[in-house]
């Protein structure tokens, strides 16, 4: 939107009817456009007209997957529902983990402007979470990052990820937040589109949770934070609502007019403004608030006007702003970052700004609640806006997209991946498990998380290249959390009923390995365009099937976020729907390392049933480059008791390691679990195994575990009176620098290291 001299205030707009408005250009389809007339009784004003536009776009509106997201509320049970505080709707998911303590988390997307801006764009995409989580009146605590990129080898891979990786790490760094989790995965599909997911972790005490609502005639709105500029107009609530045409679009802006500015973050002001926010809630002197993120001020007005139990007013004139001659349809699309919105009792208000000046932190009263049922926003002495704010906030369109299963869906079923040739001697076995190791896909990612601060604030008790992250949360009980986040995109493209379990579960079955309880999930759905009626049954599909898989294993969904328009013309990305999953343990000092190491000697025990699976496996796309057949089978009821063996083994000291079993199958995780311990390895797989199988193949709902000689007995009578196979595969051999499996390969940690840790430094420096 360009800067205009002549407001277009409501009273004008009434009177000009039959005035051209450019309602396309904004994203706005004819019927929506029609509606709003129909809302407001006339033609909106320029500002109005920005708010719709920003507020019903794809990324804020959720208009084509509200109609399936419902299914989360209707597949979650009371119990399940007694364990929140704060669920879906909220800026964050809220769960009650004992001792009067209570864990906020959210997975939230910042893609499309990750492509045009990579430094920029991931790096608000972490601010913009971060500020979720200080809405709900908790301290953010850490965060994780599920990225997603192109082949590694591509040129263009190589311009946005070390630019994606440097503002995901510059941000959470600067602000002092340990990164604990996240995945690093390459595919053809995100050459044109890289996913950039980002999840905060928030603590705060149960008593001090605090929602998004304006309540209280009279009460004033502040404002405060930093200063409202152009970048970002209109932001990730334009980038995130249209497909690219190509990557050459997204790149350079060729016809997109409409192109807005990525976001620029100041990670410095944020951490003031945390600790600004956490001194607030101390006092007391927040009724409600609400962080700017997409849509910015458009959002925050119409979403604390709707929530609350009156109308609001806002001056716009007093919106202190970094720009000149900026007008106010921009003023309420920008997505300048580091603002927050409060609710303040009028008595508070100069107890608040004294806050706000010894943190050094601007902020404005730029209007107050009213006994009205309007939002009404004034312009120098002119009314511009005057819109019932839930026909902004939450009542905008909701589409019933079509929904069809693609025909294409059965021939890829059909291309069977047991069919593919099969390394078979011993020489073709050890240069699989070696180049698979070596693989983009499977590889150390020691060069990403290097960048990255785990331990700053000194309550990380596991990060990467553990399984699952682990905080302490109660420095007095030794209480914590463990959050984990995970999606195989090739199982979903396969089936995607089936992939989103099997991502719930590797999430599920990652918090349990070390040795926390699974308790809540979170989830950020990222797929291609909704226009697409096979795009918008991969999305069905998915949701219904996280949903059912939730509703199993007995933890709720408490929030998340959709990403749609991931795609760059026609070419969609693979479905991926990323679940993360939090977790909790009463001490920490009994968590389980994903290393074998100690003295050696402990017994190497496989845990989970072994099949013939590799449908959407990496050694078929790997060596074979195929997608096709079905993906693993996944058994729920199989992984809760998997998690309750390992919770139990944890608290009664008979694990001293344990490693979840995903992309790699065996071979991936005896590669690791060795080289994180250091400490070499025996392996003697059952006589009647097919060794190609049983290194390879990626059957579900498997850990690795390392167990002292002294529990062995007893821990596999745990296992069997649960029904759990448990299969002896080895010995840890804290004397041996090699992995040596019988009858296939021995080879020297040296020569494995070698091959996991040169692969991303070879390509990106």
């Not at 994606?164 to 941000?171: H, L, R, S």
């Not at 300048?336 to 404005?364: H, I, L, N, Y």
């Not at 089936?495 to 999430?507: M, N, R, S």
């Not at 008979?654 to 199958?665: R, S, V």
């Amino acid at each position: 939107m360009s800067n205009v001299d002549k407001v277009d205030s409501v009273e004008h707009a009434a009177s000009t009817p039959d005035i051209d408005q450019p309602h396309r250009e904004l994203g706005l389809k004819d019927d929506e456009y029609a509606r709003i007339r129909e809302i407001l009784g006339r033609r909106p004003t320029e500002a109005e007209l920005a708010m719709y536009s920003v507020m019903w776009s794809e990324h804020c509106s959720y208009k084509s997957s509200k109609a399936h997201l419902k299914y989360f509320g209707e597949t979650t049970s009371d119990e399940m529902r007694a364990k929140m505080l704060a669920g879906i709707g909220e800026n964050a998911g809220v769960v009650d983990i004992g001792d009067g303590w209570a864990v906020t988390f959210k997975l939230e997307s910042h893609n499309h402007p990750s492509y045009v801006e990579p430094y920029q764009g991931a790096a608000t995409g972490v601010g913009g979470i971060v500020r979720d989580i200080m809405a709900m009146g908790a301290r953010p605590v850490a965060v994780a990052d599920p990225l997603r990129f192109g082949p590694a080898e591509a040129p263009d891979t190589a311009r946005v990820l070390p630019g994606i990786v440097a503002g995901v790490g510059g941000y959470g760094n600067c602000l002092g937040l340990p990164n604990i989790g996240g995945e690093v995965v390459f595919d053809e599909s995100y050459a044109g589109n890289p996913l950039v997911n980002a999840m905060c972790v928030g603590v705060l005490k149960s008593e001090d949770l605090h929602l998004a609502h304006a309540s209280g005639a009279g009460n004033k709105i502040v404002l405060f934070g930093a200063r409202t500029g152009l970048d970002g107009i209109g932001g990730v609530s334009v980038l995130a609502s249209e497909t690219f045409d190509s990557a050459e679009d997204a790149d350079s802006g060729a016809g997109r007019k409409k192109l807005p500015s990525v976001q620029v973050g100041d990670p410095f002001a944020e951490k003031v403004l945390i600790e600004c926010c956490l001194e607030l809630y101390r006092d007391g002197l927040v009724v409600g608030i609400q962080d700017l993120g997409g849509a910015g001020l458009s959002c925050a007005t119409s979403e604390l006007a709707s929530a609350g139990d009156g109308g609001m007013r806002v001056d716009l004139d007093r919106v202190p702003l970094r720009a000149e001659g900026m007008n106010p349809a921009e003023i309420l699309s920008s997505e300048s970052q580091e603002r927050m919105c409060a609710v303040v009792e009028p008595s508070r208000v100069d107890a608040f700004m004294e806050v706000c000046r010894r943190w050094d932190v601007t902020a404005t009263v730029i209007g107050e609640v009213t006994d009205g049922e309007n939002l009404e926003i004034r312009w120098n002495d002119e009314l511009v806006v005057d819109v019932p704010p839930r026909t902004v906030a939450h009542e905008g369109p909701v589409y019933q997209r079509p929904v069809e299963r693609p025909a294409e869906q059965d021939l890829i079923s059909a291309d069977n991946p047991n069919t593919l040739t099969r390394p078979d001697s011993p020489d073709e076995l050890r240069d699989t498990l070696l180049r698979m190791a070596a693989s983009p896909n499977l590889c150390s990612r020691e060069w990403v998380t290097s960048q990255y601060d785990h331990y700053v604030r000194g309550n990380t008790v596991l990060a990467q290249p553990a399984d699952g992250g682990m905080l302490r949360v109660d420095e007095e009980t030794g209480r914590g959390i463990a959050v984990s986040t995970d999606c195989n995109a090739r199982y979903t493209r396969l089936d995607p009923y089936t992939g989103a379990q099997l991502a719930l579960a590797e999430a599920y079955r990652n918090v349990a390995v070390t040795g926390a309880s699974p308790a809540a999930v979170t989830n950020c759905l990222n797929f291609g365009s909704p226009e697409d009626p096979g795009v918008m049954w991969q999305f069905q599909q998915a949701v219904r099937g996280l949903a059912d898989g939730c509703r199993e294993l007995g933890i709720p969904v408490t929030g998340g976020n959709v990403s749609f328009y991931n795609s760059t013309g026609a070419k969609a990305i693979l479905p991926t729907p990323v679940v993360g999953v939090l977790g909790t343990i009463d001490d920490v000092t009994r968590r389980i390392p994903s290393g074998i190491g100690g003295e050696g000697g402990e017994t190497l025990l496989l845990l989970g049933e072994t099949r013939e699976e590799f449908g959407g496996s990496e050694w078929a796309r790997l060596v074979h480059d195929h997608l096709g057949g079905t993906p693993p089978q996944v058994d729920l009821a199989r992984e809760k008791e998997l998690a309750e063996v390992l919770v139990a083994g944890s608290r009664d000291g008979m694990i001293a390691a344990a490693h979840d079993l995903a992309e790699g199958g065996l071979a991936q995780a005896l590669v690791e679990t060795a080289l994180i311990g250091e400490c070499g390895a025996r392996v003697v797989l059952p006589e009647d195994a097919d060794p190609f199988v049983w290194l390879f193949a990626e059957s579900a709902g498997r850990v690795l575990v390392s167990v002292p000689r002294s529990e062995e007995l007893r821990f596999t009578d745990m296992c069997s009176a649960r029904g759990l196979p448990c299969t002896k595969v080895g010995v840890a051999d804290a004397g041996s620098q090699s992995l040596d499996i019988q009858d296939v390969a021995e080879i020297p940690l040296t020569e494995l290291r070698e091959a996991w840790e040169g692969t991303l430094p070879a390509l990106f420096g």
